[in-house]
């Protein structure tokens, strides 16, 4: 089956800890994006990456970082400059000419211990 | 910034009603508005968009009206089913300017048996 994979489901970070959160592609989609999802806020855009070996900084950047080596995989660290990393996050892909069209991932959902 | 105000943040529908949510803009080079599907636990799926050239776009139960004048346009749910209660995004983006999605605050949709 096609997809976006996400791992884990559930994740659970101390302080002063960086965690990375998966997201592996089997679309060929080259363009791939990071979401927040914070009650009553929507989906607010973290990083997002169009090409292999470069990604851009979306509106919340901060306290976060990425990578983009291989086409299908877009990890998310949260590092411990971000002070309020519990959240819902979402991974989504899209074909490069047709950003319109986002295809999400299941989630991973980040609390502080 | 550009911005895309939803509401209302929660609704109550019983069976068979009709839900409606709205959505305003204010960046008028947004020319693409999708909305998104996301049940509890898993990441959000595109339900149906309209570009600003027609005023209504209908699939199956769900209508998008668009009044571009206005900047605004809404998400109507026909016989409304259990099956909806989910929460409901809608975004605007840029066609082809490689812009991302611009997502609205959501909307939380139950539907009483």
């Known amino acids: 089956d096609g997809g976006i994979t996400q791992s884990p489901k559930y994740l659970f970070r101390k302080e002063g800890q960086n965690v990375t959160l998966s997201c592996e592609q089997n679309l060929n989609h080259d363009a791939m994006y990071w979401y927040r999802q914070d009650p009553g806020q929507g989906l607010r855009l973290i990083y997002y990456s169009q090409i292999v070996n470069d990604f851009q900084k979306g509106d919340i950047a901060e306290g976060y970082s990425v990578s983009r080596e291989k086409k299908e995989s877009f990890p998310l660290t949260v590092t411990s400059a971000q002070k309020n990393p519990t959240a819902f996050y979402l991974c989504a892909s899209s074909l490069r000419d047709n950003k319109n069209i986002q295809y999400f991932g299941a989630g991973t959902r980040l609390s502080v211990l | 910034q550009q911005q895309v105000k939803q509401s209302p943040q929660s609704l109550i529908v019983q069976k068979g009603g009709i839900s409606i949510i709205n959505c305003a803009y204010e960046n008028t080079a947004f020319d693409y508005f999708p909305w998104y599907q996301q049940f509890p636990g898993k990441g959000p799926a595109l339900l149906i968009a309209?570009?600003?050239?027609?005023s209504e776009k209908k699939e199956g139960r769900f209508t998008i009206s668009f009044n571009k004048s206005a900047k605004q346009f809404s998400l109507h749910i026909m016989d409304s089913q259990p099956g909806d209660s989910a929460t409901y995004f809608c975004a605007a983006s840029i066609r082809g300017s490689g812009s991302r999605l611009t997502f609205g605050e959501g909307t939380q949709l139950t539907v009483n048996p």
């Open positions: 309209i570009r600003p050239d027609v």
